[in-house]
């Protein structure tokens, strides 16, 4: 069996690596005599031009760390398409559409050839695996937008369980929640690949993780602003994601580790003593490795880390600004959320079994 997975592979982020790896190694672990390949689709961008003397720029030092990872841990055949109409038809037995905003209007309207794998042969089986819309599903414009592609589907499975309620009120095409594929896996996994920072010592510290966009910039500066706080108050220190002029936000004494590839970042929320997080991969991974954590309210995209937490019982993780100190609570009931996060990654497994081996019947 040949089956290709399309998703946003090529991004230098971390939530992005651990979710497209996290569903390749899933899907090579139910299937093991598999050809299992990442399909080499590049969201539309075209290539990225790095100016001369800009070499050691920091997103372009990132660039390439994420570069290796992808070399080394995933297998993306080929060159890369940039246009969705120049994706030709390939042979496999089963297409998989996801995870990460696949189905967000606001980033793939125009590409929907690749993102409803209509470019994929009729032969093939096309399935979703916890595709996210972004935002909610509440949009009248939204809703109407993936009405008309969804049955293009043979299997639909949706991230978020307010979009899948939104749309189950729309339509009667089968369709469940399935957790993201980071969640697939379980802390001694991903355990496997972290790689310490060469540049940390052994310093006790918060993990302050977010992506510095600038449209939610003001809801990440209250976040760093409660890891500064935190870091005061148990004399730790701060390691965050930002670089330029966003590490202002923070103690002269922190470090950033802007330019650290998956395998590093994995290391950091392992052995932090605290996580401060505006992002759903940062929720997830606080979650993987049992950490006392907060995740920040953003426009639009929060409700992905809202339905996450209040999914395993502790939606008093996710807050709309920074708590005072008598307010912070460090208590996590997690043989309660192991449990359910347990019972959804099995049900998620079931799902991908049982789709893909369609294919064969």
């Known amino acids: 069996m040949r089956i290709g997975i399309l998703t946003y ?115 093939t089986r096309k399935i979703s695996y916890a595709a996210s819309v972004g935002g909610t599903a509440d949009d009248e414009e939204r809703v109407g937008w993936l009405l008309e592609w969804l049955p293009k589907m043979d299997a639909i499975s949706i991230r978020e369980e307010s979009s899948f309620l939104r749309l189950k009120q729309k339509t009667n095409l089968p369709m469940t929640v399935c957790v993201d594929p980071s969640l697939l896996h379980d802390r001694s996994f991903w355990e496997s690949y972290e790689k310490k920072p060469e540049r940390l010592g052994d310093e006790k510290y918060v993990f302050m993780y977010a992506l510095g966009y600038g449209w939610c910039r003001e809801y990440e500066r209250r976040a760093a602003q409660m890891a500064a706080d935190i870091a005061e108050t148990y004399g730790l220190k701060v390691i965050h994601y930002y670089f330029g002029q966003l590490r202002e936000w923070f103690p002269e004494d922190s470090k950033d580790c802007y330019c650290e590839g998956p395998q590093e970042i994995l290391w950091l929320f392992h052995h932090a003593e605290y996580v401060v997080c505006c992002s759903f991969h940062g929720t997830a991974f606080s979650l993987i490795y049992e950490k006392p954590f907060y995740t920040f309210f953003v426009p639009d995209n929060g409700n992905r880390m809202k339905d996450l937490v209040t ?51």
């Open 9 to 123: 592979h090529d991004a230098n982020n971390f939530g992005c690596a651990a979710q497209c790896f996290g569903l390749q190694e899933a899907v090579k672990e139910l299937f093991p005599e598999a050809e299992v390949e990442i399909i080499n689709y590049g969201r539309g961008k075209g290539p990225r031009i790095v100016p001369a003397g800009s070499e050691d720029e920091p997103p372009f030092v990132r660039a390439r760390v994420f570069e290796r990872f992808r070399r080394n841990y995933m297998n993306i055949p080929g060159e890369t398409v940039y246009d969705p109409d120049k994706l030709d038809p390939i042979p496999y037995d089963v297409c998989i559409v996801g995870s990460d905003q696949v189905w967000n209007d606001k980033l793939v309207r125009g590409q929907e050839r690749a993102y409803f794998l209509t470019f994929a042969g009729n032969d």
């Open 311 to 361: 999914s395993l019982g502790i939606e008093e993780r996710y807050i709309e600004d920074s708590l005072p100190k008598e307010e912070w609570d460090w208590e996590i009931p997690w043989d309660k959320v192991n449990a359910a996060l347990q019972k959804k990654r099995d049900e998620s497994l079931d799902y991908l079994r049982r789709e893909i081996g369609a294919a064969n019947e």
